[in-house]
């Protein structure tokens, strides 16, 4: 079973400039997240999507920040303009749960991430 | 607000020892506790969780100990081996919210 897929590994970009990455989740995941992982911290969550509808984005900065799910297959996360307090791993990870309703004991598969440095 | 406070930051253990991360939560609704293991350049991965109708959880190597009163719960891993060294977060949720993580401890197995 392929995992979760991530493009790009890596991206350095200058700060006020925009950047996009891409997830592919494992097929048949009805249920994907994106999280911002800073150097030394624990992944925080910035969205969840169930199929294309967006569940959860209070953590998200909207001013900056926008993510979109069309189909409900692929997703991508888009910072425009960046800024250097950007610099994280973004992960995207995807879950089988199918309703909207939270399943305690969800498994979250992730993929490896795009590491992003802003400069 | 940090739900979930881990410790230590960082952990070194010898080849054979056990090794032991604490958690420690306030938000008495959460009702799901799993462990996660990240390796460098990749995402996490579950590990092993518990729920807290139980005290303790043990697969293979790896057991939660769970202390409802005292919000507390932790990992041990029994015969730690140099294949163990990874980041590992706790973290922690109720029906209503995402799971939330501690900011993990970085464990080395020296031989």
């Known amino acids: 079973e392929a995992g979760v897929a991530q493009s790009p590994r890596y991206k350095i970009i200058e700060k006020r400039q925009s950047v996009a990455f891409w997830c592919n989740p494992i097929s048949g995941h009805a249920t994907l997240y994106w999280y911002q992982q800073i150097l030394g911290q624990g992944p925080k969550l910035l969205i969840q999507?169930?199929?294309?509808?967006?569940?959860?984005d209070s953590q998200l900065p909207k001013d900056r920040f926008s993510a979109e799910r069309l189909k409900g297959v692929d997703s991508t996360l888009k910072i425009q303009p960046a800024k250097l307090e950007d610099s994280a791993v973004y992960l995207c990870a995807s879950s089988p749960r199918t309703g909207a309703r939270w399943v305690t004991n969800e498994k979250l598969f992730f993929g490896s991430g795009t590491q992003l440095s802003v400069l | 607000q940090q739900q979930v406070k881990q410790s230590p930051q960082s952990l070194i253990v010898q080849k054979g020892g056990i090794s032991i991360i604490n958690c420690a939560y306030e938000?008495?609704?959460?009702?799901?506790f799993p462990w996660y293991q990240q390796f460098p350049g990749k995402g996490p991965a579950l590990l092993i969780a518990?729920?807290?109708?139980?005290s303790e959880k043990k697969e293979g190597r790896f057991t939660i100990s769970f202390n409802k009163s005292a919000k507390q719960f932790s990992l041990h891993i029994m015969d730690s081996q140099p294949g163990d060294s990874a980041t590992y977060f706790c973290?922690?949720?109720?029906?209503?919210?995402?799971?939330?993580f501690g900011k993990g401890t970085r464990l080395s197995v020296i031989a």
């Open positions: 518990i729920r807290p109708d139980v």
């Open positions: 999507f169930q199929n294309n509808g967006v569940v959860d």
């Open positions: 973290a922690a949720r109720d029906g209503n919210t995402p799971l939330v």
């Open positions: 938000n008495t609704a959460f009702d799901y």
